[in-house]
């Protein structure tokens, strides 16, 4: 079974900064992309950052600039900077991962449960 546990996210105000992060663990044999999307209320899911295993990112063009994106695949982690946070960053923050379970080479995408960030003053 494959577990991804995000850390807490909080109130933060506008202009600061926050670091989410996600820890992988369970049945892994190996690890793919990682990555980040938020969902903010009555709007669909949106990824905000991505990473492979070499180290590309990618991001949304509302975040660029903004957030960083990093992982630690000896810890299978994964880190989301997140600085000059706007009202609109508002929403809950679940990670993902494109795993292999048990070497058989086929990826599935895994979730986070998600945490609540809430830009405000």
């Known amino acids: 079974q494959v577990q991804l546990v995000e850390s807490e996210g909080g109130l933060v105000q506008p202009g600061g900064s926050l670091t989410l992060s996600c820890a992988a663990s369970g049945s892994i044999f190996s690890i793919n992309a990682m990555g980040w999307a938020r969902q903010a209320p009555g709007k669909q899911r949106e990824l905000v950052a991505g990473?492979?295993?070499?180290?590309?990112?990618d991001y949304a063009d509302s975040v660029k600039g903004r957030f960083t994106i990093s992982r630690d695949n000896a810890r299978n982690t994964v880190l989301l900077q997140m600085n000059s946070l706007k009202p609109e960053d508002t929403a809950v923050y679940f990670c993902n991962a494109d795993l292999d379970p048990n070497g058989r080479r086929y990826y599935y995408r895994y979730w986070g449960q998600g945490t609540q960030v809430t830009v405000s003053s």
């Open positions: 990473i492979t295993s070499g180290g590309s990112t």
